[in-house]
């Protein structure tokens, strides 16, 4: 089995690494895409296929402060089964010189000492950054890098609003494999926009796949990534160092429950979390979070009917029961302008201008 080389962090943020030596780098998988395209769907899906005796290890980065996806992927008694999943939540990973991800991916691969990686950045995030962190040389022994897979809906890859922008223009860039997701929905249409908006993109030759319900061939993780480096030139940002314990979470232990809001990339996060002693009406929540329609939702509420976890894109809300939740949590995401291009009447029936009120369907808070 492996021994590891892991760089960590000290305090003073200096990278130094453990002597111990790695026999075999970690196959390493980057998924990314843009908002709500079905990146967590699609690990769900290649973890159905993990060989029993093997451990696999899942780095999920969130565009919001409150951390839902973890929540979504995990299952009862994962670690027994040879799952970790470990969140980096508050924007983009490789921001703050990288040490978020940095500190994350030690303590993620030191813990789990896995068989194999996957990283899903947020769909906001700038994909470059991340593999020019992965092939840092105190990586190099560690990881792996596979064929980066880059999910897209071909309905929105021909609208101005997603291939101009410019994190999505990265992502399909930077893409060794391009996997058209929801392919059942397209129309031949469709697919005849798709071709001719990556040939406009100049991005016809990458190879393309198309995937329903997060299925895709599990031997595409096999392929190896293009030789080619990461971009030296990709576009470098910071945003201001996050406090060791966020503003939420005292909110959270002072009043049992929190609101955070943010606005990165265009973009505006709002999220709130209650802790468990919140129990929310299944019928209420479900209505409400029916009848509102952001850019992206994802939700996680302890009911009298019991866990559900929600899932909102396109203006479809999707529901499963979960096994356990230690709190109950919804994060929406939405255009900071009306210039993106999203229609009034969205607008109007969505969240666009004030705070969401989940206070009404509380059912009952226990003592």
């Known amino acids: 089995m492996y021994s590891y080389n892991i760089t960590l962090l000290q305090i003073s943020q200096t990278p130094r690494t453990v002597t111990a030596r790695i026999s075999s780098p970690i196959p390493t998988h980057l998924i990314t895409g843009f908002l709500g395209v079905g990146k967590t769907t699609l690990i769900k899906h290649l973890l159905e296929h993990k060989p029993r005796n093997e451990k696999w290890a899942i780095l999920v980065n969130e565009f919001g402060e409150i951390g839902i996806d973890g929540q979504l992927l995990s299952g009862p008694q994962d670690q027994q089964k040879g799952i970790f999943i470990k969140e980096v939540p508050g924007g983009c990973m490789c921001c703050t010189s990288g040490l978020p991800m940095q500190i994350a991916l030690a303590m993620l691969i030191s813990q789990s000492k896995p068989d194999r990686l996957f990283i899903e950045p947020t769909g906001l995030g700038h994909p470059n950054e991340v593999i020019s962190e992965l092939q840092k040389p105190h990586n190099r022994e560690v990881i792996d890098l596979k064929a980066v897979m880059t999910m897209f809906d071909a309905r929105k890859l021909v609208q101005p609003r997603y291939h101009d922008h410019h994190i999505f223009r990265e992502q399909l860039e930077i893409a060794d494999i391009l996997v058209a997701a929801k392919a059942d929905l397209y129309t031949e249409q469709d697919k005849v926009d798709m071709l001719h908006t990556l040939e406009k993109l100049g991005l016809q030759d990458k190879p393309r796949h198309f995937s329903v319900q997060g299925n895709l061939p599990v031997a595409l993780l096999e392929t190896r990534r293009n030789s080619a480096p990461a971009n030296e030139e990709a576009h470098h940002h910071h945003h201001a160092d996050a406090p060791a314990t966020p503003a939420w979470q005292t909110q959270l232990e002072q009043d049992g429950c929190a609101y955070t809001q ?36 994802k939700g996680v509420f302890i009911t009298e009917r019991g866990i559900f976890g929600f899932n909102k894109t396109d203006g479809i809300l999707s529901c499963i029961e979960l096994s356990e939740s230690d709190d109950s949590r919804l994060e929406i995401i939405y255009p900071a302008s009306s210039e993106s291009g999203t229609d009034t009447d969205d607008k109007a029936s969505s969240v666009w201008h004030s705070a969401l009120d989940i206070n009404k369907a509380i059912r009952t808070r226990l003592s």
Do not use: A, M, V
């Open 262 to 297: 943010q606005t990165r990339s265009g973009f505006i996060t709002e999220g709130w979390i209650y802790d468990k002693s919140h129990i929310f009406d299944f019928t209420q929540i479900f209505t409400l979070l029916n009848g509102i329609n952001p850019e992206r939702l």
